[in-house]
Nanobody
């Protein structure tokens, strides 16, 4: 059993900043990658940013230069610093982890989601 617990999010004005965090716990053998996805009303869930255990990162074009993903590998925690927020960043943000629970079995896990609203 693996759990992802998110924190952060909330209401912020355009141009403001927010920080999200997500801690993975439970039966974790090795984390492959952790990251963030988001889903706006009426839209499909989309990648925001991911970071693998080798340090490689991937960002959606829409957030490059504004959002920064970081990880604490020892704590199985991922962070998302969001700056220069825009109304179009409004969405429910979901933490994602791809990890092994033993030497051979891996799976993908999701957090419960945290809402980010960018509005004046």
């Amino acid at each position: 059993q693996v759990q992802l617990v998110e924190s952060g999010g909330g209401l912020v004005q355009p141009g403001g900043s927010l920080s999200l965090s997500c801690a993975a716990s439970g039966n974790i053998f090795r984390v492959v990658a952790m990251g963030w996805y988001r889903q706006a009303p009426g839209k499909e869930r989309e990648l925001v940013a991911t970071k693998n255990s080798g340090g490689g990162t991937d960002y959606a074009d829409s957030v490059k230069g504004r959002f920064t993903i970081s990880r604490d590998n020892a704590m199985n925690t991922v962070y998302l610093q969001m700056n220069s927020l825009k109304p179009e960043d409004t969405a429910v943000y979901y933490c994602n982890a791809r990890l092994y629970t033993d030497y051979v079995n891996w799976d993908e896990y999701w957090g419960q989601g945290t809402r980010v609203t960018v509005s004046s």
